[in-house]
């Protein structure tokens, strides 16, 4: 829910777009200087949008991060992730358009084709460029790039260590709109408490199982209440097939116990407390490929 508004300056949406594993949640989470959004090596990590909200003095940026544009949409959930991408360009200020280094993909075009025909400024950033071994190859890369539309800028750049990140965000704030702040000026997300507690799980999900398990897996939080100065949070891990509980849960709960020390330990610095986490893990069969089970755990599109 927005706030009341309580400043003035500037103000606009800035959406983040691209493939999946370019380096969008890692953009940011560096500009908003705390976890936000979720990240692994995986694909498709992000799974919905996720306004991240920065406000310097009277600037107000509203970054939207969404999932990865990507071909493979024949389950439920990946129909999703692709709308919930697509439909952030819709009606915002500036788009950040990301690309991994020197490489360019199927679904590098699709994305460039979503946001093709936007009425509003089209920054191109080429991430991970600390990575480049052949350095005198990336001019003439950024040179084929400004051939494929009229970008407002392309900004080469390290999203994980913060190499012109502090560009970027002159740039976008430069393409924002006179207008009163959306959002208080102290808050960084619209999103719950309840949701960020489910994603860090998550998190520590996919990073533990690595290509060990598919992606039929999500979180719900069925505890979320603080008594006497503790957090106490309960997650309900739920998974598509029983074979997949018992590589979650590991041996005699081994990997179970990781997942639950690592998430806490990411709790307790978002939410600045101390958190109880308890971790449970269930069978739904058929979750990931059922539009109104998605509609159920919170996969519905911001408005």
Not at 220 to 236: P, R, T, Y
């Amino acid at each position: 829910m927005i706030e009341q508004a309580v400043s003035e300056g500037r103000c606009g949406y800035v959406a983040i777009v691209g493939r999946p594993n370019v380096g969008k949640s890692t953009l940011l989470n560096h500009i908003l200087g705390q976890k936000l959004s979720i990240t692994s090596r995986k694909p498709q990590t992000t799974r919905h949008q996720i306004l991240g909200i920065k406000t310097d003095g009277d600037v107000q940026a509203v970054y939207v991060d969404t999932p990865g544009i990507h071909k493979n949409d024949g389950r439920a959930i990946n129909r999703y992730m692709n709308r919930a991408a697509t439909s952030s360009v819709k009606d915002v200020d500036v788009i950040i358009f990301i690309v991994d280094r020197m490489v360019w993909t199927d679904e590098d075009e699709m994305v460039l084709e979503a946001v093709r025909h936007s009425r509003c400024p089209v920054i191109l950033v080429v991430n991970k460029t600390d990575r480049i071994t052949e350095k005198d190859k990336l001019f003439p890369w950024l040179d084929d790039l400004s051939r494929k539309m009229d970008f407002a800028h392309i900004v080469p750049m390290s999203a994980k260590n913060g190499h012109n990140v502090d560009r970027l965000e002159r740039l976008v704030h430069g393409f924002l709109p006179e207008s009163i702040h959306f959002y208080g000026d102290d808050q960084i997300t619209d999103r719950s408490s309840r949701f960020l507690a489910a994603e860090l799980v998550r998190e520590k999900i996919m990073r533990q199982l690595g290509d060990e398990i598919p992606y039929q897996i999500t979180v719900e939080i069925e505890e979320f209440k603080e008594d006497g100065g503790v957090l106490h949070i309960s997650a309900l891990i739920l998974v598509e097939r029983p074979g997949q509980k018992r590589i979650v849960i590991g041996d005699k709960g081994s990997r179970l116990k990781v997942i639950g020390h690592d998430a806490r330990l990411d709790m307790e610095k978002l939410f600045d407390s101390k958190v109880m986490l308890n971790l449970w893990v269930k069978v739904r069969s058929g979750w990931s490929d059922d539009e109104r089970a998605l509609a159920s755990l919170g996969y519905t599109e911001l408005p």
